[in-house]
């Protein structure tokens, strides 16, 4: 299991920037306008039960013109109570699997075949939507997440991924495919589905392996934590890319290998959510905010190493 390589692009086309010397890309048309039903309110007095309030759509996809170039912060996602994806399109997934099978996969995998040890487990709130969220070195990193999580987690995975006996195991335990290169609308959709269900999405927002410095960030992730509702959890991943380095058929057992879950946050739901300029003020935000987490397990590794010698 490995998550997705390459853009996490959102069913209204990718809104990442054009790359410099490409053309502006026009504001694309909001897929599904979402609607906001303001709840009724308590009878009046006598038995007599006042007209329901009218349903208030939600912001168009065109920014205001008072909108200027900042994200206007409005409040918490998870303040608010339902999703705005108007979710359950997809079957929900029966995770006995993960909850049968992981701890002696667990086991088998953290002291024969590597050595690997889960940090932080007391942050992983359970039973409220949740985005796993990863520095991405090496494509161990989607299977140490989603093993070593205390809790189901499903992986955004590159559609190339699913072929033979590989493929088939990935739908087996949950994981969603999502074509690179072209907004994949099933599957953020499917991500979303999870998430208004009280599930968790792994992904690795950097989109592609590389250093694992969280220098850049894809602003799918920002469209699945303002339109899901949740909090991101960061995870860093320590020293995936030396045990299994490009090109090596097997884990080097010699190197130790971290995965360390910090503390999740909210992210603020912008005025206009369907903002191209809004999502990427969000994803920068979640940016500074994984590779704070990422520079503090580095900087607890370190003294840890220097106090040994």
Known sequence: MTAADGRLDTPDGPVAEPVAGAGTPAEPAPAEPAAVESAP???AAGGVEPAPKAVVPAPSGVESATS???????RPATSVGAPAHRGAASKPFNDITH??????VRQVLNHLVMNVVHEGWENVPHGEPLIFAGNHSSWMDGPLVVIEAPRTVRCLVKSEMYK???GRLLLFVGQIPINRGRPDRDALHTALDELSRGG????????TRGSGEMAAVQHGIAYLAVHG???????????????????AKWPRRSVKVRVVFGKPFEVEVPANPRSRRALAAVAEDIRVRLADHLATVRA????DSSAAE
């Open 200 to 207: 968790a999405i792994g992904v690795f927002p950097e989109g």
């Open 68 to 74: 200027g170039a900042r994200a206007e912060r409005v």
């Open 164 to 166: 033979g006996i590989l």
């Open 229 to 247: 509702r949740c909090r991101v959890l960061p995870v860093a991943c320590i020293n995936t890319g030396a045990a299994l380095p490009r090109g």
């Open 300 to 303: 607890g590794e370190s003294r």
């Open 99 to 104: 909850r049968v099978l992981k701890p002696p």
């Open 41 to 43: 309110a308590a009878p």
